[in-house]
């Protein structure tokens, strides 16, 4: 989930000396890239287009009307009403495919400026109604999602913007190259194949070379420049604005504050109920027994034996229940020893070979220990419940201001979090905490799941 | 037989301290934290201590760790430690020494004072005495790896009655057998935990430590 690195070779600002031919072929990829996203350019002009088409349609029919409307009935006006209907079909039935093909667009465009020119560039978008991982969304609710996202009017914007000019930046590597290479080619014939830079006096072979290898060394140094440039470019306008990021954070965590006080709630819920049952009928029986057994003291001493006996034993089940329960809402060994000792002693409950790293050098806060201790039990319940494995490794450490623990286990891998409730339980609880979890999970295994939380020590 | 307590609440305190008498113990010294413990050992020499997991200041396994501290300073000393949760990391710890006289009981067991008093004389003549959760919790989940795997069903139970501290007439009687069909099962599973005929008590105690530590 996070392993983006950041500079891809292509974007290497500098090439150690020595090194021209990885600087060659850095500026020649980059060319490349840049081509292909001017690919995309066409691509997104095109669906510019496709997008303003009803609107085009409506007008010329509009027009039409108006201004044929005095000179009488010419066949072109039976034509506007095709116009108009025309208008009518395109915008209920392709415009809806084209905004999702412009979202597509722009998830790929962010993709590859993150690829080819070294810009990360966030997602804007809101999260899907439901949550992260959700069931399939129908065609009709993922265009809801789509309209009320302020950042779907922002990728139209950079898809006019790239079209009108924004392509330049990508196209200008390739165009130095083939312009220097023409202008080399025209001073080896004695006279220019294209027209010569503006700037350069005159037309003579000399002046042709010199400026072909000036345009050249011009590409050579700014071809993975500009293609960043371009990268840049695409971030001011497809990444978040400062508004649609807080945007975001507060729709995040009115979410995640919303499913804490569930979970909260439903906790306390089950605590009581598990008193109520547990310890406290058990109190109840164990009074009425000690009662009965008074009362057969002296009538009775055998019987009256049996019941405290009956009594005592009652009275070891109340506290077996109530010891269960503290388990579940504070482990004390947890309390005692934290984290990396807690997530041992687990360990020593499973039935598998576990293998317990730590690299804490002291404890994290409270609830965040007691968010990746209960976490962390999830995932060996479902380790030794579905996976089928055999053995089980637990890494614990912190660095960069972040806890991050992996569990990987060697069974049979298929693990999705889409459909365990589990994980996305977890996950859930974990999002309280601005933590992540990500799962590595293919056919066959091995599985790991990692969970990040950021936190300090 | 002298002991010391160490438990920080008074009314546990002061029920332990009556119950032992009643049952013929002398109580050499009760305290309530870890640091007059390592105290009271040391002047008394006291033939059991009985330490509560959780004492002040810090309220989490600071007994756990005197228990420790105090047989380290009394090598030998027996200890029965006291805990209102057994944890299996903890049993391996208090075990890890190899030399036996360790108890690790729920504070529960003391509900039954005569088999609590029981488990008191043990640990203070060597032996062990392991709660039966705890051994309960690992027969749950031992899935058979390393050498108990050798260990027939049958083994394994005398082995588990042996953790809990039992002599070879009390594990007769409670698994239904007889007393010689149990010491041929002990030396059974001596041999297939390779432990070398010497002190039959300490074998007894390096049984238990493989048991748990699997």
Redesign the interface.
């Known amino acids: 989930m996070s392993d983006r690195t950041m500079t891809p070779g292509a974007a290497g600002p500098r090439a150690p000396r020595g090194a021209r031919w990885s600087r060659l072929s850095a500026s020649l990829i980059a060319s490349g890239r840049g081509l292909g996203l001017c690919g995309l350019t066409l691509a997104g002009a095109g669906l510019m287009l496709a997008l303003a088409m009803p609107v085009i349609l409506a007008g010329a029919g509009i027009g039409i009307i108006f201004s044929h409307g005095h000179h009488g009935a010419g066949w072109d006006v039976l034509f506007s009403p095709v116009l108009l209907l025309a208008a009518l079909v395109t915008g209920r039935f392709l415009t809806p495919s084209v905004l999702l093909a412009i979202r597509g667009l722009a998830v790929l465009t962010r993709r590859l400026c993150m690829e080819w020119c070294g810009v990360p560039i966030a997602d804007p978008y809101r999260p899907p109604p439901g949550g992260a991982i959700s069931q399939r969304l129908s065609f009709r609710q993922r265009l809801r999602w789509l309209l009320a996202d302020p950042a779907a009017l922002r990728d139209a914007l950079w898809l006019t913007v790239n079209a009108c000019g924004g392509w330049v930046l990508a196209a200008a590597p390739a165009g130095l190259l083939v312009y220097g290479l023409l202008n080399l080619v025209g001073g080896n014939r004695g006279h220019p194949v294209v027209a010569p830079p503006p700037a350069l006096p005159g037309d003579e072979p000399l002046m042709l070379i010199v400026a072909g290898i000036a345009l050249i060394s011009l590409w050579l140094w700014a071809a993975p420049r500009l293609l960043r440039g371009y990268g840049m470019l695409a971030r001011s306008m497809l990444g978040p604005s400062g508004r649609a990021e807080l945007a975001l954070r507060v729709a995040h965590l009115a979410q995640t504050r919303a499913d804490t006080i569930d979970t909260g709630a439903a906790e306390m819920r089950r605590i009581e109920r598990d008193l109520h049952d547990g310890a406290q009928a058990r109190l109840v029986a164990m009074g009425m027994t000690l009662d009965a057994a008074d009362h057969l003291l002296d009538g009775n001493p055998a019987a009256a034996r049996a019941l405290l006996a009956e009594a005592r034993e009652s009275s070891a089940r109340a506290l077996a229940e109530l010891r269960d329960l503290v388990r579940g809402i504070h482990p004390p060994v947890l309390a005692d020893r934290g984290l990396a000792e807690a997530v041992r002693a687990l360990a020593l409950d499973l039935p598998l070979r576990v293998d317990v790293s730590s690299e804490l050098t002291s404890r994290p806060p409270a609830p965040v220990e007691s968010a990746a201790y209960f976490a962390v039990n999830e995932l060996l319940a479902n380790v030794s419940k579905h996976a089928d494995a055999s053995q089980v490794w637990i890494d614990t450490r912190h660095d960069a201001g972040m806890l991050r623990i992996g569990v990987t286990d060697d069974g049979r891998g298929g693990a999705d979090p889409a459909r365990g409730t589990g994980l996305r339980g977890i996950e859930r609880r974990l999002a309280a905490f601005d933590g992540v979890l990500a799962v590595n999970s293919p056919p066959g295994g091995p599985t790991t799941v990692t969970i990040e939380i950021p936190c300090a020590l | 037989m002298r002991v010391v307590i160490a438990e920080d609440l008074f009314l546990l305190r002061d029920g332990l301290t009556r119950m032992l008498e009643a049952h013929g113990l002398q109580i050499a010294a009760a305290v309530d934290n870890g640091t007059d413990l390592l105290a009271a050992v040391t002047a008394e020499k006291p033939d059991v201590a009985i330490v509560d997991v959780r004492l002040p200041p810090t309220f ?2 600071e007994g756990l760790r005197a228990a420790l501290a105090a047989r380290r300073k009394v090598p030998g000393l027996p200890v029965l430690v006291l805990s ?2 057994v ?4 049993a ?1 710890e208090l075990l890890a020494d190899g030399t036996g006289g360790i108890g690790y009981l ?3 067991r003391v ?2 004072s005569s088999q609590f008093t029981d488990a008191v004389r043990r640990v203070a003549a060597g032996g062990t005495a392991m709660d039966p959760e705890v051994i309960a ?1 690992l027969l749950a ?3 058979g ?1 390393g050498a108990l795997a050798a260990l027939s069903p049958r083994e394994r139970q005398v082995l588990a009655q042996m953790a809990e501290g039992r002599s070879n007439a009390a594990i007769a009687q409670r698994l239904v057998i007889t007393e010689r069909a149990v010491a041929k099962h002990t030396a059974a599973i001596f041999l297939k935990l390779d432990l070398q005929p010497s002190d039959d008590d300490n074998r007894r105690v390096l049984a238990v430590l493989a048991f748990l530590g ?1």
Not at chain 2, 87 to 90: F, K, V
């Open positions: 989490t396994d209102q949760y944890e299996q990391l903890y391996r729920l504070k529960d509900l039954d919790r989940h031992n899935s790896d699997r």
